[in-house]
Protein backbone atom coordinates (compact mmCIF):
# COMPACT_ATOMS: atom_id res chain seq x y z
CA UNK A 1 0.00 0.00 0.00
CA UNK A 2 1.25 3.02 -0.70
CA UNK A 3 1.63 5.64 2.06
CA UNK A 4 1.73 9.82 2.32
CA UNK A 5 3.49 11.82 4.79
CA UNK A 6 2.85 15.56 5.34
CA UNK A 7 4.98 18.64 6.60
CA UNK A 8 3.82 19.97 9.90
CA UNK A 9 3.73 23.79 7.98
CA UNK A 10 0.29 23.82 7.17
CA UNK A 11 -2.27 25.88 5.25
CA UNK A 12 -5.97 26.01 5.81
CA UNK A 13 -7.98 26.10 2.63
CA UNK A 14 -11.59 24.99 0.61
CA UNK A 15 -11.81 22.79 -2.26
CA UNK A 16 -12.31 25.58 -4.28
CA UNK A 17 -9.23 27.56 -3.06
CA UNK A 18 -6.91 24.49 -3.42
CA UNK A 19 -8.22 23.39 -6.85
CA UNK A 20 -7.71 27.41 -7.73
CA UNK A 21 -4.15 27.19 -6.19
CA UNK A 22 -3.66 23.98 -8.04
CA UNK A 23 -4.77 25.09 -11.16
CA UNK A 24 -7.42 21.80 -11.23
CA UNK A 25 -11.24 21.51 -11.36
CA UNK A 26 -13.13 20.81 -8.47
CA UNK A 27 -13.45 17.32 -8.41
CA UNK A 28 -9.69 16.80 -8.71
CA UNK A 29 -8.82 18.78 -5.75
CA UNK A 30 -11.44 16.73 -4.02
CA UNK A 31 -10.12 13.75 -4.55
CA UNK A 32 -6.94 14.76 -3.25
CA UNK A 33 -8.53 16.01 -0.14
CA UNK A 34 -10.18 12.66 -0.15
CA UNK A 35 -7.53 10.70 -0.59
CA UNK A 36 -5.06 12.64 1.83
CA UNK A 37 -7.83 12.62 4.78
CA UNK A 38 -8.26 8.94 4.31
CA UNK A 39 -4.31 8.64 5.00
CA UNK A 40 -4.59 11.09 8.06
CA UNK A 41 -2.90 13.91 6.16
CA UNK A 42 -5.32 16.24 6.06
CA UNK A 43 -8.10 17.09 8.57
CA UNK A 44 -10.97 19.41 8.50
CA UNK A 45 -10.40 22.83 10.48
CA UNK A 46 -13.89 24.04 10.52
CA UNK A 47 -16.45 25.97 8.36
CA UNK A 48 -16.71 28.97 5.95
CA UNK A 49 -19.79 30.76 6.04
CA UNK A 50 -21.49 31.80 2.46
CA UNK A 51 -20.96 35.36 2.14
CA UNK A 52 -24.77 35.95 2.22
CA UNK A 53 -25.15 33.69 5.33
CA UNK A 54 -27.60 31.12 3.12
CA UNK A 55 -26.12 27.99 1.73
CA UNK A 56 -24.14 25.45 3.04
CA UNK A 57 -20.43 26.29 4.36
CA UNK A 58 -17.69 25.35 2.70
CA UNK A 59 -15.16 23.23 4.55
CA UNK A 60 -12.02 24.30 5.49
CA UNK A 61 -9.21 21.68 5.83
CA UNK A 62 -5.86 21.73 7.74
CA UNK A 63 -3.91 21.34 4.73
CA UNK A 64 -0.09 20.49 4.39
CA UNK A 65 1.95 22.82 2.66
CA UNK A 66 4.36 19.80 1.12
CA UNK A 67 3.27 15.72 1.14
CA UNK A 68 5.20 12.88 -0.09
CA UNK A 69 3.18 9.77 -1.40
CA UNK A 70 5.47 6.84 -1.49
CA UNK A 71 4.44 3.87 -4.10
CA UNK A 72 6.91 1.23 -3.08
CA UNK A 73 5.20 -2.06 -2.55
CA UNK A 74 7.82 -4.27 0.29
CA UNK A 75 10.86 -4.38 -1.43
CA UNK A 76 9.78 -4.31 -4.88
CA UNK A 77 10.48 -1.34 -6.68
CA UNK A 78 7.76 0.14 -9.31
CA UNK A 79 8.90 -0.14 -12.62
CA UNK A 80 9.64 3.74 -14.56
CA UNK A 81 8.74 2.05 -18.10
CA UNK A 82 5.63 2.82 -19.34
CA UNK A 83 3.44 -0.16 -19.97
CA UNK A 84 4.46 -1.38 -24.28
CA UNK A 85 1.01 -0.28 -25.47
CA UNK A 86 1.04 3.74 -24.24
CA UNK A 87 3.55 6.17 -26.50
CA UNK A 88 6.80 7.33 -24.47
CA UNK A 89 5.75 10.70 -25.55
CA UNK A 90 3.87 13.00 -27.65
CA UNK A 91 3.78 16.64 -28.85
CA UNK A 92 0.27 18.37 -29.22
CA UNK A 93 0.93 21.45 -30.79
CA UNK A 94 3.41 20.14 -33.21
CA UNK A 95 0.36 17.08 -34.51
CA UNK A 96 2.85 14.34 -33.47
CA UNK A 97 1.52 11.55 -31.43
Known sequence: ???V???????????????ERLGVEYPA????IRLLSSRGVVTEAGKQPT?????KAAT???FPRTFTVNLEESNRPL??????DIEKSYNVEGGTC
Do not use: H, R, W
Open 51 to 55: KTGKG
Open 1 to 3: MAT
Open 29 to 32: AQGL
Open 5 to 19: TGSQDKVNVTTNQLA
Open 60 to 62: IYS
Open 79 to 84: STEPPP
